[in-house]
C-alpha cells in the first residue's frame, strides 16, 4: 500500500504521512475521513487497508472522542490530472471486489442507495439502453 499510496499521491514518504496525521488528527479530538481512490492497479490492496483501519482501532478511537470513523471509496472525477488515470479506471467487474464494509461506508457517505450509483454505470452500457 505504502508504494502504490506514495505514487499516487506522487511523493515519496506521503502514506507515512497519512498515518501520522491521522494520529494526530485523533489525539486532537478530530476523527478521521478516509478517501480512497481505486484503481485497476491498487483495488487487491483494499483488504490490506480494511486490515490496516482495524489494526489502527479507527473506529473504537473515534467513537472515543464522541465522532465516527468515515471512509468512502471512488474513482475520483473527471478532472484535473485524473485524467491520465482513465486506463485504469475500475469497471463493473472490479467493483464487486471492494469489500462489503467499504461499500457500506462509500454508500452512506454520499447518501446512494448502492455503489452502482456512486461509481456510474459504463458508456457502453448506457448506449446500449
Known sequence: MEETTDYYIG???AFQEILKAIDI?????I???LQIFVTK???WELPLL????VKMNLERRCAEIGQRFQLFVWQGDCSGANEQF???WVTPEDIRKIPSEFVEYTIRHFGKSSITEVF???ECTLYED
Open 86 to 88: 482513465y486506463d485504469v
Open 120 to 122: 456510474g454505470i459504463t
Open 41 to 43: 492497479n491498487n483495488i
Open 50 to 53: 480494511e486490515s490496516l483501519i
Open 25 to 29: 488528527l485523533l489525539l486532537n479530538g
Open 11 to 13: 511523493r515519496k514518504g
Open 31 to 33: 476523527a478521521t475521513r
